[in-house]
């Protein structure tokens, strides 16, 4: 679940705590996350204490009986008022590392942070000799506003951290979180994240639906803000109803197919509390349905965006059955990929394993025998003659364990 919390313990002068009280909102979203349960909760428009987080989990995630959510350390540029929060079941989860993009590829800063979050699942059968299913979740708030300046900021984020992604980012399972601010997929910022030069590290929109979103009624079954028509709590709440989809969760292709482990389960993409009824209304006008009514009055209450929620899977390991996701798992390059491909294949089950690199046309471009060091698998080559562009790594052992990976040639 995605959520921004609209200015969280953060006081402006037109949204105090007076209309905005943060102990209130703590109680709706503690509603809420009873109702919808998420294993993982990416937070946006928290105020930059570094202690605001702490309020969540004290008193909206672990309690009456709850004490598994965990939050990820704070993260911040010098001057942003707004920071992302990351909260996540430990029973489930782990986190493994995290990483922050505060400049632009032109080393400008950027209006706010962008934070990724490496995390494996906590795999029943995991141990000290076996793997299991890393992804990166990306939590992201970029620029509000419609102006161009505004839009250019979006695009300059999207930008840099797609590049980010390209040069430090070893998952291929990435899910991207949060407000986005871009009202339609023609947006430059939209179209880094979804249509980039790299095809490899691309992300996909579960939905599938570009448009112009913005006041649009074709797509109110979309819209995430605002919850309510009119100005209230002085202004400090957006009015106008639901007609902007603002709020989103994106996936690579690895997560949309089941390549790596993890698959979006299809149609559980939604915005919580909207029904698709009310299109330039509030979400408590007339009748809506789309969840219990304290459920839908604690969303009205917490702030003018919906929550944006989907669901995925995660292969678990199995005993004696299949290994082919833990072989994958095992499979080790740095990609891109320039001019030299070294792989490392570390497996005590894999017997006399053959690579073959093969195009996106079907065309095998390269194939050989893996060599044995000290009980791991290595290979090297040369692809320093291949075109620019997204090739498949495919690995098979005598014994019937097979890797299927995506490389990307620069």
């Not at 991207?176 to 910022?189: F, V």
């Not at 792989?343 to 996106?360: V, Y």
Request: glycine share 6%.
């Amino acid at each position: 679940m995605t959520y921004n919390l609209l200015n969280y313990r953060n006081a402006t002068s037109y949204c105090t705590f007076t209309q905005n009280n943060p102990l209130t909102k703590e109680q709706h979203l503690k509603t809420i996350v009873q109702y919808v349960q998420p294993d993982i909760l990416v937070c946006n428009e928290l105020g930059d204490a570094p202690t605001n987080a702490d309020f969540i989990l004290l008193n909206s995630l672990n309690v009456s009986g709850v004490n598994y959510y965990v939050k990820a350390p704070y993260s911040n540029n010098s001057f942003s008022s707004l920071v992302n929060a990351f909260f996540y079941d430990s029973r489930k989860f782990e986190l493994h590392s995290q990483e922050v993009i505060t400049k632009d590829l032109s080393n400008n800063n950027l209006v706010r942070v962008i934070d990724l979050y490496r995390l494996y699942y906590k795999d029943s059968l995991l141990t000290n000799q076996s793997d299991t299913v890393f992804f990166t979740v990306v939590a992201a708030h970029l620029k509000a506003g419609t102006a161009a300046a505004d839009a250019s900021d979006r695009a300059d984020a999207a930008a840099a951290l797609m590049q980010f992604i390209q040069n430090y980012v070893n998952d291929e399972n990435v899910l991207m979180c949060g407000d986005l601010n871009i009202y339609k997929s023609q947006e430059a910022a939209y179209q880094n994240l979804t249509q980039g030069s790299n095809v490899g590290i691309r992300f996909y929109d579960p939905l599938n639906q570009p448009g112009n979103w913005g006041n649009n009624g074709s797509f109110a079954q979309l819209h995430t803000q605002s919850t309510r028509n009119t100005s209230t709590n002085n202004g400090c709440f957006s009015s106008g109803g639901l007609d902007d989809r603002l709020d989103h969760i994106l996936i690579t292709d690895e997560v949309r197919d089941n390549l790596d482990g993890m698959r979006y389960v299809p149609n559980t993409y939604h915005a919580l509390g909207n029904d698709g009824l009310h299109f330039n209304k509030a979400i408590t006008d007339d009748t809506n349905n789309s969840v219990p009514s304290a459920v839908l009055n604690a969303i009205y209450g917490l702030s003018d965006h919906l929550p944006v929620i989907a669901e995925f899977e995660i292969k678990r390991q199995q005993i004696g059955v299949d290994e082919n996701s833990l072989f994958a798992a095992q499979v080790k390059f740095a990609n891109p990929v320039n001019n030299f491909l070294e792989l490392t294949l570390n497996s005590a089950n894999a017997k006399n394993p053959r690579l073959r690199i093969i195009s996106l046309t079907g065309a095998e471009m390269h194939r050989g025998n893996m060599v044995k060091n000290a009980g791991n698998y290595s290979y090297n080559c040369d692809v320093s003659a291949f075109a620019k562009g997204l090739y498949f790594i495919e690995i098979t052992t005598a014994n019937g364990l097979k890797s299927v990976k995506k490389m990307v040639k620069l």
